[in-house]
Nanobody, 124 residues
Framework: QVQLVESGGGLVQAGGSLRLSCAAS????????TAWFRQAPGKEREFVAA????????FYADSVKGRFTTSRDNAKNTVYLQMNNLKPEDTAVYYC?????????????????WGQGTQVTVSS
């Protein structure tokens, strides 16, 4: 069992930055591929970024490429999402998710665990 807890959300002006963290319980976190998703009011949950268990494969949604960076520190059981040059359309609840690496990468429909989410609000 893995529990994921996101933190670092908040209110920021357009052009600003935030760093989200996703802390995982359990000693086998390094066995999990992880990803970030977001959900804005009235919209479906969408993929933001993914990182494989050892950090060797990283993917981003086109909407965040060049602005967001995901990384992980397996020694700290933590995944990060650095968000720069934030835009009002980035406003959403951000979630992290994990999937046992033998099953493949995390997708919107394939994950083993979700966090509870953290709110990010970008004002114009």
């Amino acid at each position: 069992q893995v529990q994921l807890v996101e933190s670092g959300g908040g209110l920021v002006q357009a052009g600003g930055s935030l760093r989200l963290s996703c802390a995982a319980s359990g000693r086998t976190f390094s066995s999990y591929n992880t990803a970030w998703f977001r959900q804005a009011p009235g919209k479906e949950r969408e993929f933001v970024a993914a990182i494989s268990w050892a950090g060797g494969r990283i993917f981003y949604a086109d909407s965040v490429k060049g602005r967001f960076t995901t990384s992980r520190d397996n020694a700290k059981n933590t995944v990060y999402l650095q968000m720069n040059n934030l835009k009002p359309e980035d406003t959403a609840v951000y979630y992290c998710a994990a999937r046992q690496r033998t099953k493949g990468l995390v997708t919107t429909t394939d994950q083993d665990y979700w966090g509870q989410g953290t709110q990010v609000t970008v004002s114009s």
